[in-house]
């Protein structure tokens, strides 16, 4: 798959599309349109982030009017939740997008610095800022040890048949997400011919997020070619 990138966050379309234009933009929709309203059917939806018996012992995490809240409680480490589009990048243009629905599963080591940082993102957006007031109010938590840096040992599960990233992104592909802190991408063989790797770096979070798509969504069944 032959694909130009820059900085990109949960969302793929900045990444597969890189036609992103930066600028600052506050939510033009209303709350009611981000909320699910079957707490169950989130539930689920974000359990088929990783494959069954992850996603079974999970904690689940569900989209409220205060925020992303504990509506199970888990046993085996893992954090599973359904991310809204403000987890995306902050030039992408669905950065706002109410039907972007993206179920992510992360170890307990991941947890700790991405889930603490999506509630951030969420308390910003809840508030009413704006995509550039979200990347700042980030970019200031990181550099005021608010927020964690992802360590080592940081990965999710990103495999359902679920996803919604966007119109021009669809569902992608199923795959692995490993968080670092700031590495050269060229470490792991990201971007290079004939790598499965990609990689992409997001300064202001002191972020590296590594991608590895694998063949199979989390219900076991086959996930589309890169070709495609």
């Known amino acids: 798959m032959k694909m130009k990138t820059r900085s990109m966050g949960l969302s793929l379309a900045c990444f597969l599309a890189s036609q992103c234009a930066a600028q600052s933009t506050k939510n033009p929709y209303p709350l009611e349109q981000y909320l699910m309203a ?28 205060r925020g992303f809240e504990t509506a ?17 990048e902050y030039d992408d243009p669905d950065f706002w997008n109410p039907k972007t629905r993206v179920p992510i599963c992360y170890d307990a080591v991941a947890a700790r610095s991405q889930v603490a ?28 040890k608010e927020l964690p840096i992802a360590e080592p040992g940081s990965m999710s599960y990103m495999l359902s048949k679920q996803t919604y990233f966007s119109e021009k992104v669809g569902h992608w592909l199923p795959h692995l997400m490993f968080f670092m802190p700031q590495v050269d991408t060229k470490r792991w063989g990201a971007g290079v011919p004939g790598s499965p790797v990609m990689g992409v770096e997001q300064p202001a979070e002191h972020l590296t997020v590594f991608l590895v798509p694998v063949s199979k969504w989390s219900d076991g069944t086959p996930g589309p070619s890169e070709a495609h």
Not at 44 to 59: F, H, I, K, Q, T
Not at 72 to 78: L, Y
Not at 118 to 139: C, E, F, P, Y
């Open 38 to 65: 079957d707490a169950k059917e989130e539930i689920s939806l974000a359990r088929s982030a990783a494959p069954e018996s992850v996603g079974r012992d999970a904690e689940i995490l569900t989209f409220t009017r």
């Open 72 to 88: 199970v409680k888990g046993s085996n480490g893992f954090v599973c939740l359904v991310a809204r589009s403000w987890s995306a």
């Open 117 to 144: 940082a999506t509630k951030k993102r969420t308390q910003v957006a809840l508030a009413g800022g704006s995509n550039t007031q979200v990347h700042d109010a980030i970019k200031a938590a990181i550099e005021s």
